[in-house]
């Protein structure tokens, strides 16, 4: 999955207002079997059975297909999603993650998350950020009333604010994936960029 440095994220949010949204939900077993490592693969596979009918045609009524919402992440637009709690439940398939990083989510916002999943989240690039239970459903009540409001995730400060209110939240993440996710690393890079310090070791 593309490797991008986390700083500041600014963006419009799709809201998945769906509790105990799991992982066969998020991307369907039979996609499991590809070999693929294919972005595009996973991204158009992610919620597949949600957005589509058994004949292939969008559900309207789902929120990716929704005029406000069905425009891919790209350039700055829904970067975000707020989901409902307990979110990436079930099956511990990486794949999930594989499928909300394909589509150009960047970051997860919920109440709670599934701990398999969060972890996965934080190896394909995707900040998962847990705020209280208020905080998620005034950030859904926000999105409802305008699809265009926005939402500031600060890497550095660990800090989530709703532009719209002015309200904001701490979010905890761990100090190493912080460190990789600011610098772009996965954990094979940042063994990379610490081969000196290995070998010294090694050496001593």
Same mark, same amino acid.
């Given at each position: 999955?593309?490797?991008?440095? !986390?700083?500041?994220?600014?963006?419009?949010?799709?809201?998945?207002?769906?509790?105990?949204?799991?992982?066969?939900?998020?991307?369907?077993?039979?996609? /499991?079997?590809?070999?693929?490592?294919?972005?595009? @693969? @996973?991204?158009?596979? !992610?919620?597949?059975? /949600?957005?589509?009918?058994?004949?292939?045609?969008?559900?309207?009524?789902?929120?990716?297909?929704?005029?406000?919402?069905? #425009?891919?992440?790209?350039?700055?637009?829904?970067?975000?999603?707020?989901?409902?709690?307990?979110?990436?439940?079930?099956?511990?398939?990486?794949?999930?993650?594989?499928?909300?990083?394909?589509?150009?989510?960047?970051?997860?916002?919920?109440?709670?998350?599934?701990?398999?999943?969060?972890?996965? =989240? /934080?190896?394909? @690039?995707?900040?998962?950020?847990?705020?209280?239970? #208020? !905080?998620?459903?005034?950030? !859904?009540?926000?999105?409802?009333?305008?699809?265009?409001?926005?939402?500031?995730?600060?890497?550095?400060?660990?800090?989530?604010?709703?532009?719209?209110?002015?309200?904001?939240?701490?979010?905890?993440?761990?100090?190493?994936?912080?460190?990789?996710?600011?610098?772009? =690393?996965?954990?094979?890079?940042?063994? /990379? #960029?610490?081969?000196?310090?290995?070998?010294?070791?090694?050496?001593?």
């Amino acid at each position: 999955m593309a490797k991008q440095k !986390f700083d500041i994220i600014e963006s419009t949010c799709i809201p998945v207002a769906i509790d105990n949204c799991n992982t066969d939900l998020i991307i369907p077993a039979r996609y /499991l079997a590809s070999t693929t490592r294919d972005p595009k @693969f @996973f991204g158009d596979a !992610f919620m597949h059975d /949600l957005r589509y009918d058994a004949e292939g045609k969008p559900v309207a009524d789902f929120v990716l297909n929704q005029p406000d919402y069905s #425009e891919a992440p790209s350039n700055g637009v829904h970067e975000i999603i707020v989901g409902g709690a307990n979110w990436g439940s079930g099956s511990s398939r990486e794949h999930a993650a594989w499928a909300i990083a394909g589509y150009g989510v960047r970051v997860v916002i919920s109440s709670s998350f599934a701990d398999i999943h969060r972890n996965n =989240l /934080l190896n394909c @690039f995707v900040l998962p950020v847990i705020v209280s239970k #208020e !905080f998620q459903m005034e950030l !859904f009540a926000t999105i409802q009333t305008n699809p265009q409001a926005k939402v500031k995730v600060d890497v550095p400060n660990q800090t989530v604010t709703n532009v719209a209110t002015g309200r904001s939240e701490h979010f905890d993440i761990n100090g190493y994936k912080k460190y990789c996710l600011m610098n772009a =690393l996965d954990d094979i890079d940042f063994l /990379l #960029e610490n081969k000196d310090k290995i070998e010294a070791y090694e050496q001593r």
